[in-house]
C-alpha cells in the first residue's frame, strides 16, 4: 500500500461544533481546496455552514449561538483545520486498508 495515497480528512471536532453554532444553518458545504497550487500535499478541506442553499462565508457575531470560541470578531464562518491523511491517519481502520473498500466495512 502506498503511504502517500490521500485516503480521508480529520476535521477537529470544535470545527463541526462551530459550524452548528450558526444560527439557521441547515446543511455544510465541503470544498476541496489547494493552499499551494499545484501542490497536492496541501490539499484541505474547507467547510462553511449552508442556510437555504448558499454558503454564509461571513455572519455578524449577535448571530451565532452557542461557544463560537474559534471565529474572531469578524464573524468568518470558513474552517480549514482540517488535515489530510496520511498527515492525521488511523492505520488500524478497516477504511485504511490497501484498497480502501467500503464493502464489508459499512453496515
Keep these: 500500500m502506498d503511504s502517500e495515497i490521500l485516503r480521508a480528512f480529520w476535521i477537529p471536532i470544535d470545527d463541526i461544533n462551530n459550524l452548528a453554532a450558526v444560527h439557521g444553518a441547515d ?4 470544498y476541496i481546496c489547494l493552499e ?5 500535499s496541501t490539499i484541505k ?4 455552514p449552508v442556510i437555504d442553499n448558499v454558503d454564509i ?3 455578524p457575531q449577535s448571530e451565532f449561538v452557542g ?4 471565529t474572531d470578531d469578524s464573524g468568518s464562518t470558513i474552517y480549514d483545520f482540517t488535515q489530510p491523511c496520511p ?3 488511523d492505520p488500524q481502520s478497516p477504511l485504511y486498508d490497501g ?7 459499512i453496515e
Aim: glycine share 4%; charged share 20%; hydrophobic share 50%.
Design 27 to 30: 446543511a455544510v458545504r465541503a
Design 36 to 40: 499551494q497550487p499545484d501542490d497536492l
Design 45 to 48: 478541506v474547507v467547510l462553511v
Design 57 to 59: 462565508l461571513v455572519m
Design 67 to 70: 461557544d463560537n470560541s474559534l
Design 87 to 89: 498527515v492525521q491517519c
Design 99 to 105: 484498497d480502501n473498500l467500503l464493502k464489508g466495512n
